[in-house]
């Protein structure tokens, strides 16, 4: 059965101040899909915060790995730096478990997840009592990637490592697109436009694909 929960931003009071329309959702489950510089963390922080779900980024959950010197950070961190994935096993074990923590009950904005099609296999497996996932997938030109990875300025981010990476995302990434694409779960959008249209375009379709979920 789909686990539902009641949304508290769709709660409306009437003037008697009675609940009147308790709309029950599918719980927000997403991911944010788009190759690297395409602004998806961004829009996945924004859209957590509008919401209050949890944003997981799994780029992040291994930054700070390594910078903890756990035993996953040593295990990772060349690979990052060289742009390479890490191995599916390791990342979708990581996901599982965040998965199970009880503030993704209501929904969760998934960023940099899954990134192979072993990777979309086990989310699918995660999610089968839970409603599944939408995916956003941001769209945006080549130069503009590389232009924003370069002024980004993160530790991977040298010219030859970007190359690296959008090679990885071209060759291992981009089929996940198709994956879920051929089920008519994905939502494709202009990613080049300014930060705020691109918010204000995830929120409308998110609103209207949950509607016709719900
Ligand atoms: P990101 O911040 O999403 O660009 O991720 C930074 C780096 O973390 C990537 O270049 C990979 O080395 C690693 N990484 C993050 N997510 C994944 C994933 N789903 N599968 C494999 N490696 C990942």
């Not at 990885?168 to 994956?179: A, C, K, N």
Request: net charge neutral; hydrophobic share 45%; proline share 5%.
């Amino acid at each position: 059965m789909e686990n539902l929960s009641v949304s508290a931003t769709r709660l409306r009071r009437s003037p008697a101040t009675r609940w009147t329309s308790v709309r029950i959702v599918p719980p927000m489950n997403l991911v944010f899909f788009g190759p690297p510089g395409a602004g998806k963390g961004t829009q996945a922080d924004r859209f957590a915060a509008n919401h209050g779900i949890p944003k997981i980024s799994t780029g992040d959950m291994l930054r700070q790995a390594v910078a903890e010197g756990s035993r996953v950070g040593m295990l990772v961190r060349d690979t990052l730096q060289a742009g390479a994935l890490v191995t599916d096993e390791l990342i979708i074990s990581l996901v599982a478990e965040r998965l199970e923590q009880p503030d993704t009950t209501g929904g969760f904005v998934l960023d940099g997840f899954p990134r192979t099609i072993p990777q979309a296999a086990a989310l699918d497996a995660m999610l089968a009592e839970r409603g599944g996932v939408s995916v956003v997938a941001l769209v945006v030109h080549a130069d503009e990637v590389v232009r924003r990875l370069a002024v980004r300025g993160r530790e991977d981010d040298d010219a030859w490592v970007i190359k690296e990476r959008l090679r990885v995302y071209s060759r291992e990434t981009e089929p996940v697109l198709e994956f879920y694409r051929r089920r008519g779960a994905v939502t494709i959008l202009d990613g080049n436009r300014p930060l705020d249209e691109v918010t204000a375009a995830i929120e409308a379709a998110v609103t209207t694909g949950l509607r016709a979920k719900g």
